[in-house]
C-alpha cells in the first residue's frame, strides 16, 4: 500500500476511535512510524487529510445514492439499500460524531456534507415515491416529506446516541430503527412482510 494510502487508512481509524478533534498529525505519523515531515509531503496539515477522507466517503457513497431507475426491486432491498448506507456511515463516523462543530471549523466539509444530504434525501425521497407507486405505501405528500427528516435524523445519529448509552453502536440496529419509522405508512399488505424483515434485521 502507497504511504499516502496508509496515511488516510491510519488516520480514519484513529479519528474513528479518538474523535478528530483529538487526533493530532504527529501521532498520525507515530503510529505509522514515518516521520512528521514524510507525512506533511503528503498532506499539508490535519484538513487536506479530512477532505480527502470525505471524498473518499462521497466517492463510495455515489453510486449508491444514484440507483437505476428502471430495475425491479423487491422488499428486501429497499432494506439492504438502508443497510449499505448505515454501513458507509459507521466506516466513516468520525464525520459525524461532532457534525456542527467540525462544518464550522472546515467551512468546505460544511458545504460539502449538506450538498451530499440533499442528495440522500433526494434518494429516500425518490425510493418512497416508487414504494407508492408500487402501491406499497400510502401516506400523503407531507407526512413523507417529515418521513424524509426522520430518516435522514436516524441514519445521521443513531450509532453515535447508541454510543452514549454505552452500546457499541450496532448498524442493524439502525436499519431496523428506519424500518419502524416507515412501517406505519405503508399498506396493510405490505406492513405484516415489513414488520418480519424487520425483526430479521433485529435479530440477526
Known amino acids: 500500500m502507497k504511504t499516502r494510502d496508509r496515511i488516510l487508512e491510519c488516520a480514519l481509524e484513529l479519528f474513528n476511535r479518538q474523535g478528530e478533534s483529538n487526533v493530532t498529525t504527529l501521532e498520525i505519523a507515530n503510529e505509522l512510524e514515518i516521520s512528521p515531515g514524510n507525512l506533511y509531503y503528503h498532506f499539508h496539515g490535519k484538513e487536506p487529510l479530512i477532505m480527502e477522507l470525505l471524498g473518499r466517503f462521497q466517492g463510495e457513497m455515489a453510486a449508491l445514492l444514484d440507483p ?23 466506516h466513516y463516523r468520525f464525520l459525524f460524531h461532532d457534525l456542527s462543530n467540525l462544518a464550522s471549523r472546515l467551512p468546505k466539509l460544511g ?30 405528500t407531507p407526512a413523507l416529506g417529515q418521513l424524509v427528516e426522520q430518516i435522514t435524523l436516524t441514519l445521521l445519529f443513531s450509532l453515535d446516541y447508541q454510543r452514549i448509552l454505552g452500546r457499541p453502536g450496532e448498524t442493524r440496529l439502525v436499519v431496523f430503527q428506519v424500518m419502524m419509522l416507515v412501517i406505519p405508512h405503508l399498506t396493510p399488505n405490505s406492513r405484516a412482510g415489513a414488520e418480519k424483515l424487520a425483526r430479521h434485521f433485529l435479530e440477526n
Open 68 to 90: 437505476p431507475e428502471d430495475i425491479t426491486l423487491d422488499a428486501e432491498d429497499y432494506w439492504l439499500f438502508i443497510s449499505l448506507i448505515v454501513e458507509h456511515l459507521a
Open 111 to 140: 458545504k460539502a456534507i449538506r450538498d451530499w444530504l440533499n442528495v440522500l434525501k433526494r434518494t429516500e425521497a425518490s425510493m418512497l415515491a416508487r414504494l407508492k407507486a408500487e402501491g406499497r405505501l400510502e401516506s400523503d
